[in-house]
């Protein structure tokens, strides 16, 4: 009967890929599983799924989980190069982001021509330069947002780095 719902977890899991672990609540004969860590009163085992191997393990040691956000927050956490690590690979990311949304603006451009060619209408049509404009200023303060964020990232980048070689 475990491997049954052992496997059918696995089966539930593979097309998640938001969550790789699960808690396996269990209180007499009774078993309910959990994406949280079970209450006091239950035995507690974990699954986690990982690179489509399934691993149980009895936890009864309930764990606490640190949002990423607040350890970043909290400097004395992260190390000034992990903190300096992390920084970079979020204006790498924010950087493809804009990327994406150019990739995004020309396709959304080409669905516009397209139905400025279905409907007959000329390049000149008010209602044609109108959803064009819209479209382009949506791109831009999307882009804008993530430009003035990298600039922000590379400002704290560098008050660290400073920092850093103010402490050598």
Known sequence: ?????????????????????????????????????????????????QLGITTETDSDKRTNTVDPLRALLQKEVISKTRLLQLLDSEVYRLKQENSYFE????????KLERNRYWQKKETTDPEYIESVQEMNS???NLIA??????????DRKAQITLETLETK
Do not use: W
């Open 1 to 49: 009967m475990t491997k049954v719902i052992l496997s059918i977890l696995c089966i539930m899991l593979s097309g998640s890929a938001v969550a790789n672990s699960i808690y396996k609540c269990t209180k007499d004969d009774k078993i309910v599983f959990s994406q949280h860590s079970c209450p006091k009163e239950f035995r507690q085992h974990k699954i986690e799924y």
């Open 103 to 110: 990739i995004l603006r020309a396709s959304e451009l080409q």
């Open 138 to 140: 949506h791109f831009d």
């Open 145 to 154: 947002n993530n430009a003035t964020t990298i600039m922000l990232l590379g």
